[in-house]
Nanobody
Framework: QVQVVESGGGLVQPGGSLKLSCAAS????????MGWYRQAPGKQRELVAL???????NYADSVSGRFTISRDNAKNTVYLQMNSLKPEDTAVYSC????????????WGQGTQVTVSS
């Protein structure tokens, strides 16, 4: 069993910053790629950023230059530093982790709300 738990969401003013964290725990051989998706009301879920175990990253165009994804492999934790937040960044942010157990499978967190509003 693999658990993925996010933390760090909340309400922030436009131009502000937030840092999300996501930790994977349980029984697995290793955690490979980790990342963040978001879904705003009435919109499709979109990839925000991902990071491989080796540290390679990929960002959505809409957040590139403002968000930074990083990870601590020893803690099986991924972080998303969000700067210069805009109202259009308001969404539920969900973390995922690709875990190697008996097979390779994606595990998802429950999501954390980020609201950017004055």
């Amino acid at each position: 069993q693999v658990q993925v738990v996010e933390s760090g969401g909340g309400l922030v003013q436009p131009g502000g910053s937030l840092k999300l964290s996501c930790a994977a725990s349980g029984s697995f051989f290793r955690i490979d790629t980790m990342g963040w998706y978001r879904q705003a009301p009435g919109k499709q879920r979109e990839l925000v950023a991902l990071i491989t175990r080796g540290g390679s990253t990929n960002y959505a165009d809409s957040v590139s230059g403002r968000f930074t994804i990083s990870r601590d492999n020893a803690k099986n934790t991924v972080y998303l530093q969000m700067n210069s937040l805009k109202p259009e960044d308001t969404a539920v942010y969900s973390c995922y982790a690709v875990a190697v157990v008996q097979s390779i499978k994606d595990y998802w967190g429950q999501g954390t709300q980020v609201t950017v509003s004055s």
